[in-house]
């Protein structure tokens, strides 16, 4: 007789990652998939008395406030949902033994530099969006349980709101677009975190990984390279089906300084991926790979 699937939730079930895992975590167990009306992050009550009800073995974490310029006027509500809820959660997975893995952001350094930041790097953010992030990173490491905290950087998908939607609107609004290029990161398709994810979590259930330490704690996760947002959007449209009757947009590279934004964005997101290769033996697709497969996902919709 086969041993039981374990029991696995989900947050954010309908967010651009979570909708991902959701396709990709059925292979490890059974998935109890939520989203912000079957629990609330904001209301650290109720997420306590949902992970009692529900008594998985693991917890993912994708749900996030995300609205990054506007955490600087909502900083109580970007608080609630990205620290205080993964505290919670975090100290419901230590109180049932749960493994916890939860994604955090390249926004939790200042963007110095031009070297990619590894895990072990000072932080220092810039906004308020970041600083959240980084107390949520925080209190899970105080609660004391198993976890793994995914830091990744300009996530994009198929559906959603994103860069990548937003770009292919614009491009057939407007004649010309004036678009950031001294920002640089990584494109990181969330399909490819999501299967990255189960990836990690297929090595981390196995028995001679239980209580293998070196496969816990904070590990980079982006594809692979880097670009600016400029970049990004040159490689969208290059990329992108435009009916004859439509001119594509000029793509104007400008500094970030003629682009004010209520939040300060970290000119430097570059992360550092060889922790996650090294311990996992996962290195994610090349971005422009990455967002190719994404488009054409896009052109099946």
């Not at 009692?52 to 917890?59: S, W």
């Not at 407007?174 to 999501?194: F, H, M, Y």
Request: hydrophobic letters at 45%.
């Amino acid at each position: 007789m086969s041993a039981p699937r374990p029991r696995i939730l989900l947050t954010g079930a309908n967010g651009q990652v979570g909708w991902e895992l959701r396709r990709t975590l059925g292979a490890l167990g059974e998935v109890a998939a939520l989203d912000s009306r079957t629990m609330d992050l904001v209301d650290a009550d109720a997420v306590r008395a949902t992970v009692r009800a529900i008594a998985p073995a693991i917890i993912v974490n994708p749900a996030a406030y995300t609205a990054v310029d506007k955490a600087e006027s909502e900083s109580d509500r970007a608080h609630a949902v990205n620290a205080v809820a993964p505290g919670v959660l975090a100290e419901e997975a230590a109180r049932l033994g749960a493994l916890l893995v939860h994604y955090s952001t390249d926004y939790v350094f200042d963007g110095s530099g031009a070297r990619a930041w590894r895990e072990d790097d000072a932080t220092d953010p810039l906004n308020v969006y970041g600083a959240t992030k980084l107390a949520g990173e925080r209190a899970i490491a105080a609660a004391g349980c198993r976890h793994l905290i995914f830091r990744t950087s300009w996530v994009y998908g198929a559906r959603g709101s994103n860069f990548l939607l937003t770009m292919r609107r614009l491009m057939r609004e407007r004649p010309e677009l004036k678009i950031v290029a001294d920002q640089v990161g990584a494109p990181t398709w969330c399909r490819d975190l999501a299967e990255a994810t189960s990836q990690v979590l297929a090595q981390c259930t196995s028995p001679a990984c239980t209580h293998d330490a070196s496969r816990l704690g904070v590990f980079h996760m982006t594809n692979a390279g880097e670009t600016s947002w400029h970049g990004f959007a040159e490689a969208i449209q290059a990329l992108d089906e435009f009916d004859e009757t439509v001119v594509p947009a000029r793509l104007v590279p400008i500094p970030s300084s003629d682009y004010p934004t209520p939040a300060r964005r970290p000119l430097n997101s570059r992360l550092d991926n060889v922790k996650l290769e090294r311990t996992f033996g996962l290195r994610l697709r090349d971005w422009r790979e990455a967002l190719a497969l994404c488009m054409e996902t896009c052109g099946k919709q």
